[in-house]
């Protein structure tokens, strides 16, 4: 392939560059010696990523590698000699610093669970005993024989429900017996019972019904195989012998749960992540919801949808990935590149997408530049408009034809973008997914792509902080370079910008709504009762409508680029009611008013009682001191009528013959 080292110096004057033909074999020596003066050292090469390592571990003083691919990514192509821009610029991005990913550990022991509908069961348990602590649970095993030595318990039953993760498994199973010791040609069974509970590490699943949980090849742990097929049960097997151990896995998200704003009071606001979750590794838990780490399979959907940045994705965080993106963008423009396209891909799908197409396809087209992310669905509103304030003329997801998982996350924020872009004057196809496993047709989708115009003095802004911020931050740097800038776009419902249309007439001033915003988006004054509003803090959680004892507010998605440096809005004020008794302000006037006319000379506790209805008029303090001194229960009921009983009667009937006036 063709390699300009004079256009990676030019546009990373930074970095000493070195080239060859053959680093790795005929001249590892040249290698060798630039690897002993340690420090960084970034190989554009992945294919021998090992012999690099072994290497530059045998050396006194080894370096910091880091390797980048701009063989299959970029030189092997039909584009091959208009690709040297799109290589300076995958090599300054690869030079970027990455942050350390955090790690959960999951312990499992070996315990194994294989879940069977017939004998098949205990013979794939056979395979297993000598490496695993076996237990196998079918769910019919009248045709089964028992053996002359038990080496593994055989129950029956059926799961009920299961939860947990590698190391952690937990069943409930009905219908479970265990077979008598006595059982001669066929298994006899104990009385069965329902809501037995059953703990293991991990799970063999050749029941052939439905996963015993959502997303159920993401869920560590849970190996489920086809029983009609020998290969595939053959494979799990293998597995499962390898999970016994110490694992470490990415913690994916970062959550700061002191910004989420699912609930107040038990009112529930915002669900975006609930609903998103494919593994179920997020549950309510009060005001807030509930990671779990070891359950998380790193979809990144609850972070790109997250409206206040409570979940911020690790893997990299959201201004590392920002950083990359400038990186990419800004490096390929100065090294005279035009028309960027940006690809997103995973490791797993895409990049052997991207391999497999320059192998023996036509390769990447010169201006499509391969972005290499742990999950397309991470990728939220903040790098698509960062791509685009960079200098991106179009962003494109490599998506598989079946995804693994649900990816209405990935949906959702290109149903964002496109109205944003659009009203900002980026016209035609900006943001769209590519779904497909064939190589040929990735190829066709990339090279059928327009040249779309792009900004023409890109920004050059350092993203910094969650993602709430990174995100706000992009989308003023995009409307700052747009070809047709506006000062508000409408969004779709779900956003998570927007304002609040509120009935004034309606409202009490109660400030329920106050109370209930997690974000301080709506806010009082402490001179007089009032409402107040800053769209730019609103995430459009819903807390407020659905606080409102007047159900008097209603959401309205929108993104006003001016809220950023906008005061907030007086919504409504009033003036506040005078205690009768000290003077202090209290509640609204008219609220207090209001009160008075439905009581006064309605209701009987305040009947012919000016001092109770004085009560009304004070402010809290004085109205305590008013009951005490007029011991005003106000839990107390209207006097009781006298009711007359055999004894009045009696009574009375002799005092009327003492006065004589019996007849």
Known sequence: MPVDRHAVERACPGLSVKDGRHFCRTELARFRDTAEQGGDLLVACTQETPIFNEIAEELANPPHLTFVNIRETAGWSKDAGRAA?????????????Q?????????????????????????TAHLLKDTLDVTVLIRDARDATPPRVTEFPVVQGKIRSAKGHLGAFELTIDSYAAPAASSRDRYAFDTPRDGAVSKCDLILDLSGGAPLFPAADLRDGYLRADPGDPAAVLRAVLKARDLVGVFDKPRYVDFAEDLCAHSRS???????????????????????????AAICAGCGQ??????????????????????????????????GGR????????????????????????????????????????AGLDAVAAAFAYGASAVRFLVRAKPRHDIAGLVRTIGLAAPVLAALGFDGERVATVETDDPFALGEALFAIDPLRAAERPATFVAQGRSREVTRLALRQLHGVAPAPVDVVMLPAGAPFGTIDVDVEGCTLCLSCVSACPTGALGDEPERPALRFNEDACVQCGLCKATCPEKVITLKPQLDFRAATAASR??????????????????????????????????????????????????ADCRVNAMVEDQFDPLAGPPRPKVRTTEDYLREREEAKARGEES
């Open 85 to 97: 821009p799109k290589m300076a610029a995958l090599i300054a991005a690869a030079a970027e610093p």
């Open 339 to 378: 028309d960027a396209v940006l690809l997103f891909h995973d490791q797993d799908h895409g990049a052997a997408m991207i391999d497999a197409l320059a192998r023996h396809g036509d390769g990447l087209p010169a201006n499509v530049l391969p972005v290499a992310i742990n999950e397309v669905t991470q």
């Open 266 to 292: 038990r009112i529930v606001g915002c669900r975006r992540c609930l609903d998103l979750c494919p593994t179920g590794a997020i549950t309510p838990n009060g005001d807030h919801v509930a990671f779990d």
């Open 570 to 619: 007086l919504i409504k004020a009033e003036e506040p009611y005078q205690c009768i008794s000290c003077g202090k302000p209290f509640g609204t006037k008219s609220s207090v008013e209001r009160v008075l006319a439905k009581l006064e000379g309605k209701h009987w506790m305040f009947k012919n009682s000016e001092k109770r209805l004085n009560v009304i008029k004070m402010c």
């Open 302 to 335: 609850c972070a790109a949808a997250c409206p206040t940045g409570a979940a911020g994705y690790a893997l990299p965080p959201a201004d590392m990935l920002m950083r990359n993106l400038r990186t990419l963008l800004t490096i390929y423009r100065q090294a």
């Open 99 to 123: 942050p350390a990913i955090p790690i959960v550990s999951l312990t499992s022991d070996g315990v194994v669970l294989v879940y069977g509908r017939d004998a098949q069961a205990i013979e």
